[in-house]
């Protein structure tokens, strides 16, 4: 699941008003919740079935008559970023609930080495942060933007085609390694059956029993093969509104050469699409291309990127600054990474190279939102007006 943050605008409500507070901890089997309403309170522990989402609604009356607060009273809720994603929280903002899904990586914990660590012991710290995010303090923790649910239909297909890319790419090595431990090298091609029969090993023998492994590697391969084709195709018949942020985007990216359409959907659908992003730096961290220096009495040195954003998209920008790099030559940003890493050693590029693309996403984002286009880059058709 996808772990994104962005700033929480709302202002703190009234500290006079009584607000219950609810944090849960989610299992595979049982749920937590834990109730209160407000600092140095000893919480109200229960547990649900997983998924009860009913006796969660019975919980919440019945902490309101336990704790003798009025049924009228808000519930403000939160849980933890993870598997179960966002339904549960639409389930409660239906029902009347202030919900806030937090980014578990951004909640701070206690140093020491051996530290105790249960399900009723993180929902007090739940439920305390809670209570101080509801009195203003909005460092706490990172609030997790959550998307509607066009929004998060229109990732499925391009993550559903990475993640095919990644088997095919799994399968091709295991094809190859398989091959490699008996001394065969062959070119994994559509003829690949027929080069396989007429392999053989070193004395002249042909492939021993590997070779029902390695077909039926190459059955998962061809299958694969099959998927892409048709996950490739049902992308070419998605027909971008114009109207909408998102195919705004992916009707303009691709103007630039070295742009591809899954690049541009990609970047529409993760990020462009439905967030509202202020600056430079808030797009930065949104896919994790920021530094994270380190800077203690007389340490101080730079850990490289934060990582903490969207894998998706990093993984892609990154694809997308090779790319650039070779079909935008004459571009400002290349000619930027060629004078400061181009001569430099194999990893000094590969540093360059995440460098250029956070460069890029913000040259793209410029792009489209201010029609601004990249110093030097060649345009293939007109970029429509924005």
Sequence with gaps: MMTTTCRHESTAPSTTT???????????????????????QRPRIRSVPAGAVDQVLEEIARA????????????????EAGRDGFWLHRYLVAHGVTNHVVDSSSIEVNRRARRAKTDKLDLAGLLNLLARYLIGDRRVWRVVRVPSVAEEDARQLHRTWESVQQDRSRLLCRLQGLLVTQGVR???????????DGARLWDGRAVPGLKHRVQRAWAQLVLVNTQLEELEAARTTLVPDHETATGRYVEVLPTLRGIGPIGAWVLATEIFGWREIRNRRELGALVGLVPAPYQSGDTDHDQGITRAGNKHVRRLMVQLAWSWVHYQQASALTRWYQGRFGSGSKRVRRIGIVALARKLLIALWRYVEQGEIPEGAIVKTPAPAV
Excluded: H, N, P
Excluded at 18 to 40: H, P, S
Excluded at 186 to 196: C, E, V, Y
């Design 18 to 40: 009584i607000t219950l507070l609810l944090a849960f901890e989610l299992g595979e089997r049982r749920w937590k919740l834990g109730f209160t309403t407000g600092l140095g």
């Design 64 to 79: 309101k008559r336990r704790l003798k607060v009025s049924e009228e009273t808000a519930v403000m809720s939160c849980y």
């Design 186 to 196: 062959l070119r994994i091609g559509d003829d690949f059956l027929q080069r396989l």
